[in-house]
């Protein structure tokens, strides 16, 4: 297996993976399920199949917790084991699968990993810009620190859920004249297209979700000054159930925007060091057929990188744990139909969204479904993150 | 055991406890120790001694997380059979302790939860105030939303440690100028006098202990905006070993400061909201042969009480976890010597504090070594929160 690599795009598995299917060969993205109620496990997706590891004795566990920890050596060689025994050509499973392999569709996902501390950043230089200028000042809107360090803060990680959670809307204080509030359900219900990612340890990162960062935005309008966003955003935080690995992106890694100032140097990257990530955002209303895109954006715009953003997260000495997750911030794009929010595609609510079925939006809706997909396209095969998606349910 | 109550303050017991002795039969504090490395268990602090309450069979695991999952009845229940085991008129324990008492001096303390979310509140009027003053303006110290909701932030919870934990002086991001920045060691370390609270469930809270948030001013001041603090509290937060539980602090009930404008209905709690709860601030130089103490405060001046910060924190509809930790946010009084930061003591670096030694500070010095003390006083008893220390070293 010396020339053997599990990014080959020739590569080829028994298990059926159409050409748009996000779950190929090249990918092997990591998740816990359940066979039966009660029993989690490690798996990999594969098509529409689940490779069941804890009946392979290659790995065990509720989380993949203590997989992250093993770092890349391990990842790596753990991943060419799978990849081998899937691969087209090799008879050993194939010829004789028995109980270790399981059909997606009649398993329970579950959350990848006990999550330890949440950390949501603000690194789309489109977003911060957009939101800059709506709320302060259009001439100016970034502030000085902005261009200087990964802008980040923590989060809630117990409500951190899987794709599919309700979305149930909050309440919360909102205001109407910024001196006076009401307790009353949230009227300005938003979306954050995000990634994320989970830690190994203090220099590696083991690999990438798609994350919603749900966001009340009349309710952070009144609460987030001067300690930051709080109850606007812990009421829910959504992430796609397989964690694709770096290794599996490694063939899609691009440049990032230049950086003006320069980065200290315990913020310096060398490059590429971003992925070319194509990334959608879909909404559904309950009573639609069907689904309408509302902005089509690129990971590759990311002005600060994941690896940036560790070693911010750590320069102040600080450990990290395995598990740990970290947001992207909000994804935006250059141009208004690459925007990662509501807030910034209907542009704080003054340019109403027409859907597909001639309905309008602002912001969400009950019974209204968002739905996040992300993938990288090869040639005749896609790396994809899966969906995370989530329907608005009444306060 | 009808007409029994572990508040009694004519209860003693058989283990001594002097009259200022934090941990008399009165308190029963829960912790986890370990009597020999390795070996973590549940105990409760008596005097000079720790309580085995898995040798007794009374509760077992390395965390107090199932306790506090149980409730108020279950832990009712737990402290007045584990009173009257140790009251003196009670033979059973007395005569034949075995091996369910260890010395304190002779076990290991270990964080007392598994720590899911760690939230700290910002609810002192006092020291909201007198950063409004020094930051903003003096005249109009502070912000409109303030009154109306107790402000929060979620913090790091991978980094709270027990006392005594070394606190390592961060380095990160400083600017002179509000326009560009270099990466060094901090030069403002300060400390923040706080309780912390460890919830039970959404709405009720098992228990107390002393907290310090650590605090990096000069990282905190480039960083902090638009989303809050964050590696400037990150590198540590201290909490004091042994969790002083809400039923042993009952006799101690004061009311709270007025609240104008009245709160939300969802944030009305009944009088007495707060604790009649006396707090210190020491500090010693590594060269000095004692510490000074810096402030006197109480726990009593707190603007938004603990349900009330629960109640809000709850307000969206997010779940908490049994274990989650909520900081109270530094505690002020009203007089220049009962602050509870330096920032506020020596006002933003204006006016030096002068030690017992004639030494001066503005902020921390490494070597430094901090100790933040709190008690009820009873008659002829005090209900302790032990001590939280740290020494600084060297980034």
């Known amino acids: 297996m010396a020339s053997y690599h599990p990014n080959d795009p020739t590569l080829t598995s028994w298990v059926p993976t159409p050409p748009d299917h996000p779950f190929p060969l090249q990918n092997l993205p990591f998740g816990i399920f359940a066979p039966r109620p009660g029993d989690p496990r490690p798996g990999v997706a594969i098509g529409d199949h689940v490779l069941d590891l804890a009946e392979l004795g290659l790995l065990e566990g509720d989380s993949l917790n203590d997989l992250m920890a093993q770092g890349p050596a391990a990842w790596r060689d753990l991943r060419a084991k799978i990849s081998w025994l899937l691969n087209a050509g090799n008879p050993e499973l194939r010829d004789h699968p028995g109980s270790a392999l399981h059909r997606s569709a009649e398993v329970e996902l579950l959350l990848p990993a006990r999550i330890g501390d949440y950390v949501d950043f603000y690194s789309s230089l489109e977003h911060a810009t957009n939101v800059g200028s709506m709320f302060r000042d259009p001439a100016n809107p970034l502030l000085p620190n902005w261009r200087w360090l990964p802008i980040g803060y923590h989060g809630k990680s117990g409500t951190i859920a899987l794709s599919g959670t309700p979305v149930r809307r909050p309440k919360g204080q909102l205001t109407a004249d910024n001196q006076t509030a009401v307790y009353a359900p949230c009227r300005r219900l938003d979306i954050e297209l995000e990634t994320g990612f989970f830690l190994g340890s203090h220099t590696d990162i083991f690999g990438l979700v798609l994350l919603n960062d749900w966001s009340a935005r009349d309710i952070q309008r009144w609460e987030y000054q001067p300690l930051g966003p709080f109850l606007a955003k812990s009421f829910l935080t959504s992430i796609s159930p397989w964690v694709v690995t770096l290794d599996a992106l490694e063939p899609f890694r691009v440049d990032g925007p230049a950086q003006q100032p320069e980065p200290l140097p315990h913020l310096q990257t ?115 993150l899966g969906d995370v998606t989530g329907q608005v349910v009444p306060a």
């Open 270 to 384: 060398p490059e590429p060091r971003n992925y070319d990530l194509h990334l959608e955002v879909w909404l559904q209303p309950a009573s639609a057929p069907r689904a309408t895109c509302l902005a089509r954006t690129n990971f590759r715009h990311m002005y600060w990188s994941m690896s940036q953003q560790l070693q911010h997260l750590t320069s102040n000495g600080a450990p990290v744990r395995p598990g740990d997750l970290c947001g992207s911030g909000t994804i935006s794009g250059p141009t208004p139909d690459s925007y990662g929010s509501l807030l910034e595609l209907a542009w704080n609510g003054t340019r109403p969204l027409t859907l597909d079925t001639g309905e309008t939006r602002t912001f969400l809706e009950d019974g209204d479904t968002v739905t996040l997909r992300g993938w990288c396209q090869g040639a005749g095969y896609r790396i994809g």
